[in-house]
């Protein structure tokens, strides 16, 4: 007897060459989907980085290897001229999209204005901090052996206004002095003694390339100060796509040890005088709380 459709009766099987016909129907829609799901994925993604030229090339070593980690290709774009923008420029270029991202000592304030990735970006070199001092006063620090001893010395900090670490000196007592624009003047100020600044704190990995920049002021030859607070990587707000991309990447470059790897080949010069990061006595600060 022929099948004769009814109401509410349920839905005939259907044939074998109706089920080809559909596979047939929907099979390039599928594999349309699959290339331009893979096409997405392999497209490079675009970069733009500013800092100095060192932080820079940190950077691009560094999320470079990370993206190619987990299959992201990238293409990196340096910002014109960018050695001499001033970080606070910088920090708002970074929170209109001028720039991508910037590796940076993390704030409170930081943390509101941008997206961050808490993930140490320098195996801890950068928040180990070595002083340039004016000529001729090492013998003043020569007796240090703790912070205490720090403490009775005291020295003033020299330091750029938007810096973590005038958080991280205030939460340990140290008197520091600042200054808005141009961080730069800062090794001028120091070596000038009508200034009333005795020193400026550098990370190890930045005291290795600048010792040789700055003859009119010595290196301390002694101390090495210490905190917990690496610097973590901060995206641009108007990017949030890529800040999941990096996020994904650096936590698995970190568990990797690529991160730790990097930053010693990078930064190796930091194990060789004058630095000598291993030969230095280390004095212990609290951290402060983002």
């Known amino acids: ?167 991280v000196w205030e939460s340990n007592d140290l008197p520091l002095a600042s200054i808005s624009g141009d961080w730069r003047r800062l090794y001028r100020m120091v070596a000038s003694a009508s200034r009333g600044l005795d020193y400026l704190p550098r990370g190890v990995h930045e005291m290795s390339e600048e010792w040789r920049l700055h003859p009119e002021l010595d290196v301390e030859r002694h101390l090495v100060f210490v905190y917990e607070q690496d610097h973590i990587l901060y995206v641009s707000p108007t990017q949030p796509e890529l800040h999941r991309l990096l996020h994904e990447a650096l936590l698995a470059a970190r568990d990797a040890g690529l991160i730790q790897r990097l930053a010693k080949e990078h930064y190796a010069q930091v194990f060789k005088p004058p630095v000598s990061l291993q030969k230095r006595h280390p004095i212990h600060l609290r951290s402060a709380a983002p």
């Not at 980085?49 to 992201?72: F, M």
């Not at 991202?101 to 997206?115: M, P, S, Y």
């Not at 007796?143 to 020295?155: A, C, M, W, Y």
């Open 1 to 167: 007897m022929p099948y004769t459709e009814q109401h509410g009766s349920p839905t005939p099987p259907r044939t074998c060459s109706q089920l080809v016909r559909l596979v047939i129907c929907w099979l390039p829609i599928y594999w349309l989907t699959i290339v331009a799901a893979s096409a997405q994925a392999s497209s490079p993604l675009h970069l733009k980085l500013g800092g100095s030229p060192d932080s820079i090339a940190y950077a691009r070593l560094l999320l470079g290897g990370a993206l190619e980690a987990i299959g992201q290709h990238v293409t990196i774009e340096e910002v014109a001229d960018n050695d001499n923008i001033p970080m606070t420029r910088l920090e708002v270029m970074l929170k209109e999209g001028n720039i991508s991202v910037l590796i940076l000592g993390r704030t409170a304030e930081r943390d509101r204005k941008f997206l961050q990735v808490p993930v140490g970006m320098t195996a801890n070199l950068v928040n180990q901090r070595i002083l340039f001092i004016s000529k001729g006063s090492q013998p003043d620090y020569d007796p240090v052996r703790s912070l205490e001893d720090f403490r009775q010395l005291g020295k003033i900090a020299a330091m750029g206004e938007a810096w973590a670490d005038r958080a």
